[in-house]
């Protein structure tokens, strides 16, 4: 009885040693199964990031130059602002002229005057 119980108890380790080797390789293949999926599923999804990115990149470019050239209309009409203002003080001067010649000529010397002195001490406060 001997022989036959450790025949029966080789028999039942090999039957248990086989079935650990299969659970072993199915498990081995549903992981795969897995990783394939997450590949699959992650190939997939830079596949249509890489779809969607000149999309983006068209739309920000868009809107970039619509922002500049908003800022351009801004400055164009900044500068006309100023062009008048400067335009409307010019014929103001003009006409102060013609109404006080003498005044106007008194003021533009007294100017310049204080103008040339105040570049002459800066002459020489550099030089000292």
């Known amino acids: 009885m001997n022989s036959i119980s450790t025949?029966?108890?080789r028999n039942t380790l090999?039957?248990?040693?086989?079935?650990?080797?299969?659970?072993a390789n199915s498990a081995?293949?549903?992981?795969?199964?897995?990783?394939?999926?997450a590949l699959d599923s992650a190939q997939g999804s830079v596949s249509a990031l890489r779809e969607k990115?000149?999309?983006?990149?068209g739309e920000k470019a868009a809107s970039v130059e619509r922002l500049a050239r908003a800022g351009m209309e801004r400055a164009r009409a900044t500068c006309d602002r100023a062009r008048e203002h400067v335009?409307?003080?010019?014929?103001?001067?003009v006409a102060y002229v013609?109404?006080?010649?003498?005044?106007?000529v008194l003021i533009a010397a007294a100017s310049g005057a204080v103008l040339a002195g105040a570049l002459g001490l800066l002459a020489r406060s550099r030089r000292a």
């Open 7 to 9: 025949q029966n108890t």
């Open 14 to 23: 090999d039957q248990v040693a086989s079935d650990a080797a299969s659970a």
């Open 28 to 37: 081995i293949e549903a992981s795969r199964d897995v990783a394939d999926r």
């Open 53 to 57: 990115i000149p999309a983006v990149i």
């Open 87 to 93: 335009d409307a003080a010019g014929q103001r001067t």
């Open 98 to 104: 013609r109404q006080e010649p003498v005044k106007a």
